[in-house]
């Protein structure tokens, strides 16, 4: 059972920047694909970003894609998410999640089957 932890949310004014930081802990950190989800207000959740196992593949939702940086640390069991040029429409709760097979690439929300608590990030002047 793996247990993953969200931090570095916040209220942040437009055009500035945050990072989220996710501690994983209760499997092999570094076979498994992480990924950052995101539900805005009223809306589903959708797909932001996710690094496989090795780091080698990225891959961003078009609407973060040049702003968002997605990067991982295996020694310490952590996946980032450096969010630059914020937007308020870049306004939600912002989950972690784990992949559910090792050793594979993926952006497929249904193939993350282990999440965080989630951590708000609000953007607004």
């Known amino acids: 059972q793996v247990q993953l932890v969200e931090s570095g949310g916040g209220l942040v004014q437009p055009g500035g920047s945050l990072r989220l930081s996710c501690v994983a802990s209760?499997?092999?950190?570094?076979?498994?694909?992480m990924g950052w989800f995101r539900q805005p207000p009223g809306k589903e959740r959708e797909f932001v970003s996710t690094i496989s196992w090795s780091g080698d593949n990225t891959y961003y939702a078009d609407s973060v894609n040049g702003r968002f940086t997605i990067s991982r640390d295996n020694a310490q069991n952590t996946v980032y998410l450096q969010m630059d040029s914020l937007k308020p429409e870049d306004t939600a709760i912002y989950y972690c999640?784990?992949?559910?097979?090792?050793?594979?690439?993926?952006?497929?929300?249904?193939?993350?089957?282990?999440w965080g608590q989630g951590t708000q990030v609000t953007v607004s002047s």
């Open positions: 209760g499997r092999a950190f570094s076979r498994y694909s």
């Open positions: 999640a784990q992949d559910r097979l090792k050793n594979r690439s993926s952006f497929n929300e249904a193939d993350f089957a282990s």
